[in-house]
């Protein structure tokens, strides 16, 4: 892929699955599977149940970062691609817990009891476990706001450590990651505070999953996104797989408007119906990019002026989907 797409004047980004692991009902069948190696680094809702199976919300299975062995093995996985292969960027996706209802395993909750301990008094931290003698959740419910912020400083710490050694490993090399568009979801029930990763550097670009078909709603996600950017490049994600062309070109469009810093189709399985058509691809490339597009500036510093926008008039929400742009694809 690497090579060539490299021939091709392309940058190859490898996209990272972070924590999510498996997703369905039968374990891997590989003993040496992390899954099967690591059962007790999974996350675990409050009932000590590890979801395997996509289901609410939750995708499956997910390694759990609260852990720091799960830190290092994942930081470790990331530092392998990154020193092993000539990519030109790390993409983390599912970088974040499955809900705020995970995690709630017996290591998480002792790991979470020892860094709160020197926060409060001796007397608080007697009663709390006291409790816990009869809640193993006691410390949980006491403490509901330090555990949110201690889950996000879990994942932060896992993103932060891999991007600055693997900048180490690789000068010049762009990281990145897959968020939810809603910052409080985002950061309160995902632990993924991506707004305080730009803003310190540790990401170079963001790609909210701006996933929505309706154009005016996508549009108000991008625009708080770039307003949130720090200067660093959004590069929002378009729905493909669940549009015809003439939708996606318009948020494509609107992209431009709004100064993000580039745009995200999802994906190229559902735009070519999995290799087997480029009717879909034509459409776009022929609307957005009649002229190869420039080369990105990932490190660029200034923040974009947020034009006003309306939505585009010759568009509808409602336009039934050609025969030859039916497809298939998931979202993230």
Request: hydrophobic letters at 35%; glycine letters at 6%.
């Amino acid at each position: 892929m690497v090579d060539e797409g490299h021939k091709a004047g392309l940058e190859v980004h490898a996209w990272m699955n972070t924590f999510l692991v498996w997703s369905k009902g039968r374990r891997p069948y590989s003993s040496s599977h992390i899954v099967n190696r690591h059962p007790e680094w999974l996350v675990r809702d409050k009932q000590g149940r590890v979801p395997f199976t996509p289901h609410g919300d939750t995708e499956g299975a997910f390694l759990d970062p609260t852990l720091p062995e799960v830190r290092e093995y994942t930081k470790q996985v990331f530092l392998d691609v990154a020193t092993r292969y000539e990519v030109d960027g790390l993409h983390f996706d599912y970088v974040r817990f499955p809900s705020e209802r995970f995690s709630f395993g017996p290591r998480t909750l002792a790991e979470f009891r020892d860094w709160m301990q020197p926060q409060v008094s001796e007397q608080e931290a007697e009663v709390a476990n006291v409790k816990s003698r009869k809640n193993r959740l006691a410390w949980y419910y006491l403490y509901p706001k330090q555990w949110k912020a201690w889950r996000q400083a879990c994942v932060t710490d896992t993103v932060r450590s891999i991007a600055e050694e693997a900048r180490n490993q690789r000068p010049g090399l762009v990281v990145s990651a897959a968020v939810f568009p809603n910052y409080s979801v985002a950061s309160l029930d995902k632990g993924q505070a991506w707004h305080t990763w730009l803003e310190t550097g540790i990401l170079d670009a963001a790609c909210p999953m701006t996933y929505s078909k309706n154009t005016k709603q996508f549009g108000l996600q991008v625009r708080q996104a770039v307003a949130h950017s720090h200067g660093k490049p959004i590069v929002p994600g378009v729905g493909a797989w669940q549009m015809p062309a003439q939708s996606a070109i318009a948020k494509g469009k609107l992209c431009r408007d709004l100064g993000t810093g580039g745009i995200n189709f999802f994906s190229y399985d559902g735009m070519t119906r999995f290799g087997k058509t480029e009717a879909y691809l034509a459409k776009v490339a022929g609307a957005l990019f009649k002229t190869a597009p420039q080369r990105p500036n990932w490190q660029r510093t200034e923040v974009p002026t947020v034009a006003e926008f309306a939505e585009p008039a010759a568009i509808s929400e409602e336009l039934p989907t050609p025969p030859d742009e039916r497809f298939s694809g998931r979202p993230r």
